[in-house]
């Protein structure tokens, strides 16, 4: 069975600071791997993905992630904090093969101050 | 071009009711799925809607059901709801039934008292 872990259910920065927020993922065939953002009252938008191309992925607004599968991680970062960035964060797995259903982890909180 | 969209935005029901939540997809998706975010949570899995068809389903019970119209629209019913099932609902669509990115809507937020 896939399933996703987010260390870290809280996590605060200063504005201009790196932004860490970390993700692991169990599976037993090379999964898909994703990162959505939820804003208050909105749905999910996704930051970016990983398919099995580059291992390294940029996404919208400054954010990226590395897949290390030595490691089974899949860590979002971004270089520098923004308040705009101030949200819920969540990191989903969904099997190749496996149809559209995804499997997300339980969301980190970033906030971000001055 | 619309996104997803979902109505109602907010619901109040009591135990033991009926609900049904509505879903309209992005233009050109033919693919629904629902998901279940209680608080505090990640979103939960419920089922999958294509060429209406239930394709794939989660881990819920028999009391959620849904529906897909030929116009690619979709419904979720919940029958004998429990305070449990107080969450926000997600519909997200995509395009070619599976495989392909997920787009989702703002979400219904049902409270059951």
């Keep these: 069975a896939q399933s996703v872990t987010q260390l870290g259910s809280h996590v605060s920065v200063s504005e201009g600071a790196l932004v860490l927020l970390r993700c692991n993922y169990s599976s037993s065939v090379p999964p898909y791997l994703f990162w959505y953002v939820q804003y208050p009252n909105q749905g999910l938008q996704l930051l970016l993905k990983y398919t099995s191309a580059a291992t390294l992925v940029k996404g919208i607004n400054g954010f990226e992630a590395e897949f290390k599968k030595s490691e089974t991680s899949f860590h979002l970062t971004k270089p520098s904090a923004h308040m705009s960035d101030a949200a819920e964060y969540f990191c989903a797995v969904r099997l190749t093969g496996g149809g559209n259903k995804l499997t997300f982890g339980t969301g980190t909180q970033l906030k971000v101050e001055l | ?113």
Excluded: M
């Excluded at chain 2, 028999?62 to 305070?83: C, I, K, M, T």
């Excluded at chain 2, 039934?97 to 997920?102: I, L, R, S, T, V």
């Excluded at chain 2, 989702?104 to 049902?110: A, E, M, N, S, V």
């Design chain 2, 1 to 113: 071009d619309a996104g997803v969209t979902q109505s109602p935005t907010h619901l109040i029901k009591t135990r033991g009711q009926q609900v049904t939540l509505r879903c309209s997809p992005k233009s050109g998706h033919d693919t629904v799925s629902w998901y279940q975010q209680a608080l505090g949570q990640g979103p939960q899995f419920i089922f999958q809607y294509y060429e209406e068809e239930e394709r794939q389903r989660g881990n819920f019970p028999d009391r959620f059901s849904g529906h897909q119209f030929p116009n690619y629209s979709s419904e979720l019913n919940v029958n004998a709801l429990l305070l449990g099932d107080s969450a926000l609902y997600l519909c997200a669509s995509s395009r070619g039934g599976a495989n392909n990115e997920q787009f989702f809507g703002p979400g219904t937020r049902l409270t059951v008292l």
